[in-house]
Every structure is written in C-alpha cells, then in structure tokens.
C-alpha cells in the first residue's frame, strides 16, 4: 500500500516511474536488437546471388564472351542467381509487410478444395519431371468452404506444397486433404526426407534452414514457412507440423468454416 510518509511515498512513486521506464527501456532494446539481427540475416542473404551474378558477368567481360557456349553457361547461371535475388527480394517485401502488422486482409468464402487443385495445377509440370505424385485425399468433399484470405492462403499452399516437392527424394507422394468439424483443417502431406526434432521448433523462424537441406543447396530462401505462419496468424490460426525423419512430414492448419459449407449441412 502507499505509504503514510511523504519522503517514502516519494521514492515509491519515483520507484515505480524508474521500473516502467525501464521496460520501456527494455522493450526498445530488444527491438533494435530484432532490427540488427534481421539486417545481418537479410545481408547476409542477399549477398550470395548478387556476389554469384557479379563473378560471372565479370568472368564474361574478361574474355569468356568470346566463347558462345561459355557464354551461355555463365548467362545461364547469372540469371539464376537473379531469379532467386528477385525471390528473395519480393519474400523479404512479403515478410517486412507482415512483421509491421501492414496486412490488408480480404476475407471472402472459397471452395479451397478448388484452390488446392488450381496449386497443384501450378506444379504438375515439375512434379511430372521428378517423379511426384500430386493427389487430393481420397475422402475428402468434393467442396471445402472456407472464410479466409483467397490469395494469402494460396500462397500458403504453394509454399507448402513446394517445400514437400523440394525436401524429397524421388519417386514421391504429396498429399492435400481436408478434415471438417467445427472448423476446416487442411493438411499438406509428404513422403519427404522428414525433419529432425531438434530443429522442428525453428523452421517457422525466418531464414531458418535445417543443415542438411542447407548444405543440399536446394535454392530456398528460408522464408518461406515464416510467411506461412505470419498469414494464419493473420487469421487467428497457428500451423502445426508432424515429421519423421525419413517417413516424411504433415503441414496441418485450421479456418473458419465458410457460410456455404453450413448450408450443405443442413
Ligand atoms: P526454404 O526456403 O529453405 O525452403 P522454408 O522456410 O520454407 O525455407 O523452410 C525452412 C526449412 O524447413 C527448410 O530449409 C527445410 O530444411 C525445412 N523444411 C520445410 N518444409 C519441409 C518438408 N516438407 N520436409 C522436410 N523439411 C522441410
């Protein structure tokens, strides 16, 4: 309680005052210390390509132009490691925009078992190159009603399709399904190389790779789960992982029910 003596009861205020300053304090710290961190991460990231693309176009203007095929070659690569600056550059954009809460959200209601099958139709090409088998789960409705983000919850889907592409071996399976109670879940399901559970926690950290898939070069830019979780977060929802390494891992997340879904039900 407050304290009857005046010279006390001053120094409890000019107490109180100190340690709501200090958290302030505190609180600003731990931010820069967030700003810092992330422009290391982003630099650090950024300098790869655009350090790949300079050697190789300084290589070209050296001498190598006069050869077409090394020409090609050298191009070739240059624009890979372009493309994937590009990337890079439009998730970090993605990411900033979500980390400072500058997220219009459109909420509508969609059939996201249509959805799904338009992502799978975005990836058939690469899938039929390597081998993988794009399925929608047997039992699940032929509509699934959702109230959320059309564009954003694509984009998780194609995030999370493409990392179950990429982290595998092949000949492969993914798995889109869905499981309807009070909510919608959906489900990302891979025959993959699994994730250890030592790392399970991180992976939805931004720049986040597991070691392997590091030291594989499998051209990711270890955004791509960050966005995941920052649009369900945008929707109230988190996203839950199951994984055995070497089994493969299940991506799950739930949405709202769409208004159509609970017509059809009664
Ligand atoms: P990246 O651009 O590296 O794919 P992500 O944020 O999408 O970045 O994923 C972070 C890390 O999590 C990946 O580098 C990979 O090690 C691991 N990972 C993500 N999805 C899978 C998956 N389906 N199977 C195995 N490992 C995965």
């Keep these: 309680g407050k304290s009857r003596n005046p010279i006390k009861r001053v120094n409890e205020e000019i107490y109180n005052y100190a340690s709501v300053k200090q958290r302030e304090i505190d609180e600003l710290k731990r931010m820069e210390a967030y700003r810092r961190e992330f422009l290391a991460d982003v630099s650090h990231e950024l300098k790869t390509p655009i350090f790949a693309a300079q050697g190789f176009i300084h290589t070209l203007l050296d001498g190598a132009l006069e050869d077409p095929e ?27 925009r979500m980390e400072s809460g500058d997220l219009a959200m459109h909420f509508e209601d969609f059939d996201i078992r249509q959805l799904a099958s338009d992502v799978f139709d975005q990836f058939e090409h690469k899938a039929e190159k390597k081998n993988i088998q794009l399925v929608m789960a047997e039992n699940s409705p032929k509509e699934v009603y959702v109230f959320a983000d059309r564009q954003r919850i694509s984009q998780v889907l194609v995030n999370l399709v493409s990392n179950a592409m990429k982290y595998t071996e092949t000949p492969a399976k993914v798995e889109i399904g869905f499981e309807i109670d009070d909510e919608v879940a959906v489900y990302v399901k891979d025959s993959g190389m699994g994730i250890p559970p030592e790392d399970i926690d991180r992976i939805f950290e931004r720049f986040y790779r597991v070691e392997k898939s590091r030291a594989k070069d499998l051209g990711g830019t270890g955004l791509g789960l960050a966005i995941v979780r920052h649009i369900l977060q945008a929707h109230g929802h988190s996203v839950h992982v199951e994984s055995q390494v070497g089994k493969g891992s299940t991506f799950k997340f739930r949405l709202r029910k769409g208004e159509n879904m609970v017509l059809e039900r009664l």
């Design 70 to 96: 090394v020409s090609r070659k050298f191009l070739g690569k240059s624009a890979k490691s372009l493309d994937g600056l590009a990337k890079l550059v439009q998730n970090l954009l993605s990411i900033s």
